[in-house]
């Protein structure tokens, strides 16, 4: 991970590939895109224009690309989406979901799959830790001297 690397909601990678994180476990569902972080135990909903970003970049996709389809699909200004997806973009890197990589994007064109239903809502990420000491318990490796799974804490 580029763990240097500082983000705000000015994006610079525009044109930068993305990567999902190596800890981050993700599955699409319909309209929804479910992500576990296994190092922090937390997991995250996007659903709508989050889900169709979250896909468009997680395959390799450009910035640029999501905003331009999604002010093509929604009808909504070019500069309202292009803001809401830098500041999506850059709250995904925060939380190391995603990680910028030294290439070019590749192509997507799998996002055509989204049928706006309304108006457009610009993308956002639920957060929910409730099951964090379940999801970073791991009981085939990490268990103690009596063989019961052990937290990081207990270690």
Not at 27 to 32: H, I, P, T, V, Y
Not at 81 to 86: E, G, K, M, T
Request: include cysteine; hydrophobic fraction near 45%; proline fraction near 5%.
């Amino acid at each position: 991970m580029l763990a240097s690397l500082r983000v705000t909601t000015d994006v610079r990678h525009a044109r930068c590939g993305y990567e999902v994180s190596a800890s981050v476990r993700h599955e699409r569902l319909d309209d929804e895109v479910i992500a576990i972080d296994l190092d922090t135990g937390a997991y995250f909903a996007l659903d709508g224009v989050a889900a169709v970003c979250w896909s468009m970049l997680a395959a390799g996709g450009a910035v640029d690309a999501v905003v331009d389809m999604m002010a093509a699909d929604f009808e909504a200004a070019r500069d309202t989406v292009q803001s809401d997806v830098q500041r999506f973009v850059a709250e995904l890197v925060q939380m190391h979901l995603l990680t910028p990589v030294d290439r070019e994007p590749i192509p997507v064109d799998a996002a055509r799959a989204l049928n706006p239903d309304g108006e457009y809502r610009p993308p956002a990420i639920e957060r929910f830790d409730d099951l964090e000491e379940l999801l970073v318990l791991d009981p085939i490796h990490e268990v103690d001297e009596a063989g019961w799974p052990a937290t990081r804490a207990d270690k």
